[in-house]
């Protein structure tokens, strides 16, 4: 009883909801009439072969809405570059994780070379780990302060996690 109800209330509120309905309920009566008059009447082949050829039509159908709904879905694993802390990053993804992480220049695209020897010393306040540029004459790129190398890649996938985690990486996936 309450189950009517409820469809009685979504069909005066929501009207288009009551138009899928009815087309729905007529496709359907429509598709049982003729597997009927199918199986009743004269034809050529047997009735199996249409049930067959209906099964596949169904199952295509299936597969093709399922294969559109991924397509319109936006995937992480497309976001494998992107500027940060002042240089170009890139990486790869291997079961949803983020691998082979390196940090290029932004000028010329060469692979830049880290310097963390101000993390290994006791005599420094400062830890940090320096991107530089062989190309560019040894220009220092950028500096990723608070660690060795180790702590400067793990910062950058922690920034890449979170531009995925409020969806600002499909602004970068876009240019």
Not at 54 to 72: A, D, G, P, Q
Not at 161 to 173: G, H, N, P, V
Request: proline residues 2%; charged residues 20%; aromatic residues 16%.
């Amino acid at each position: 009883m309450t189950f009517a109800i409820i469809i009685g209330i979504t069909l005066i509120f929501i009207p288009n909801v009551n138009e899928y309905i009815i087309t729905s309920y007529s496709w359907i009566c429509n598709f049982i009439l003729e597997l009927n008059e199918i199986q009743l009447g004269s034809h050529y082949y047997p009735a199996w072969i249409f049930l067959v050829i209906s099964i596949f039509i169904f199952i295509s159908i299936v597969i093709l809405y399922i294969i559109f709904r991924k397509s319109t879905v936006t995937d992480v694993t497309t976001y494998t570059e992107d500027f940060i802390y002042g240089a170009t990053w890139k990486w790869k993804w291997e079961k949803n994780k983020i691998t082979e992480i390196q940090c290029y220049c932004p000028n010329c695209n060469t692979i830049l070379v880290y310097d963390d020897t101000s993390s290994n010393t006791r005599y420094t306040d400062v830890n940090k780990t320096d991107f530089i540029c062989e190309s560019c004459k040894s220009q220092l790129i950028t500096s990723i302060h608070g660690g060795n190398k180790n702590y400067a890649f793990n910062a950058v996938k922690r920034e890449i996690e979170r531009r995925i985690r409020i969806e600002e990486y499909k602004t970068s996936i876009s240019k």
